[in-house]
């Protein structure tokens, strides 16, 4: 049997690597704290259940399922769907980035723990990055959840990969670009209301 201790050196360097990465600590800090608040995922549950619902609706009001074995039919539909599944993600992410990016650095001051974060040794550059790739990548989290819902359009009618592959680089451009907006917008304000309030104007 193999010593398990190179390993775990490896592991340790690259954990120690990655926490001095130009995101910082406070990244690694961040996610792990807004994963136990504990209402992300509910808010996960709440946008799958809208999923189907729309899903559902919208098999509805498409008229009968006699037509289903024609390929026409199926292209037709599984279009639609992954019409929707993407519209449903833009919408998604626009409704719940300021609410997440935006309170980022502005609850901290109404805390009043912001003064206590800059006498720390973390860089400007590392507390802005490290809470935005935090509050990012649970945001892009949430966007994810319907991936394997368009995957499976691909394969039950065809939608075009490359339809499905352009918006999901340009939701993860609107991503860095909007949520880069929000942590701007959440640096100026004075209150969490105010942070939020502008950034969806």
Known sequence: MKDPMPLLAFITALTHRLHESWLGPHFWYDMIRLARKGWPTLARVIFLVLVLVSMLVMNRTQ??????TMPAE???RADN?????????????LAILPVY??????????????EALTLTQLSDRELV?????????????????VFPLLAFMNL????????LIYHEIHLFLLLMSAGSVCMWVSTR??????AISHSYG
């Open 156 to 163: 039950w009618g065809n939608v075009d990969a490359a339809k």
């Open 189 to 194: 304000s004075e209150s969490v209301f105010q």
């Open 63 to 68: 008229g009968d399922s006699v037509g289903h």
């Open 81 to 93: 769907f992954a019409t929707l599944l993407l519209v449903l993600q833009y919408l998604l992410v």
């Open 74 to 76: 199926l292209a037709r």
């Open 101 to 114: 990016v935006a309170t980022a650095i502005v609850e901290e001051k109404e805390n009043q723990t912001l």
């Open 129 to 145: 990055l490290g809470k935005l790739g935090a509050r990012l990548l649970h945001v892009g989290a949430f966007a994810l959840a």
